[in-house]
């Protein structure tokens, strides 16, 4: 589903995000890629969004490499990855059920279908009861709910957590974590950035450890051992 092939990214001589980096991600996986804080995780994310082009290598969706789809083709592979960031990045002045709706809405769909999507995901994520909050009115943990809402509505192939849990406390981390299990285990391929190590070693699942841009383990049911 996801390969990375001897994959480098070099902004100067002296900084050197990625360096022949290879892996594969089958589909319905959930795979951790954990690292120090400048480690290479969030470049390597960058290059699967198609946000950064590598300096070296290739980078591929479902047999497409990423880096030659044209400009047209981009948003269509967009489109199968929903993204939740560490800063959830919600628009303020939309309620968590608009700020879902965004992304159907900008996709084309009829107002039927938006509200039906939306009402589904608000409710796997235990959203439903605060769908007309306006974000300011949300805890953090319930931010992070919407956010995830948001980038499943599409029904994308992957999810990409990038740090999710980052500025939560401890009861609301362990409530995302457990949700991404979920939408795991209802068929959707995970991969999730982080640093901490309580949830690599709670999820036990395949770790990608990155250390200065190189890919230095790759364990089944890893642990964090940086």
């Given at each position: 589903m996801i390969y990375f092939d001897n994959v480098s990214k070099v902004y100067s001589p002296t900084s050197i995000a990625l360096e022949d980096v290879s892996f594969s991600i089958a589909p319905k996986e959930f795979v951790s890629i954990v690292g120090r804080?400048?480690?290479g995780k969030s470049t390597l994310l960058k290059l699967l969004l198609a946000e950064?082009?590598?300096s070296s290598g290739s980078v591929f969706f479902e047999?497409?490499?990423?880096?030659?789809l044209s400009r047209k083709e981009l948003p269509f592979l967009r489109r199968k990855m929903g993204v939740v960031f560490q800063d959830y990045r919600l628009l303020?002045?939309?309620t968590a059920y608009e700020n879902v709706a965004?992304?159907?809405e900008a996709?084309?769909?009829?107002e039927d279908d938006i509200a039906h999507d939306v009402q589904q995901v608000l409710e796997l994520v235990g959203l439903m009861d605060k769908a007309w909050h306006f974000p300011h009115e949300l805890s953090g943990g319930e931010k992070q709910r919407?956010?995830?809402?948001?980038?499943l509505v599409v029904a994308p192939e992957v999810v990409i957590?990038?740090?999710p849990t980052g500025n939560l406390d401890p009861m609301n981390t362990w409530e995302i974590v457990r949700l991404l299990e979920k939408i795991n285990d209802l068929g959707t391929t995970v991969i999730l950035a982080t640093h901490d190590k309580e949830i690599i070693n709670y999820l036990k699942r395949r770790v990608l450890t990155i250390e200065k841009g190189k890919l230095v383990r790759d364990e089944a049911e890893g642990r964090y051992v940086l």
């Open positions: 804080s400048g480690a950064e082009s590598p047999s497409h490499n990423i880096h030659k303020p002045h939309r965004f992304a159907l996709a084309g769909k009829s919407a956010a995830i809402a948001r980038a957590a990038d740090e």
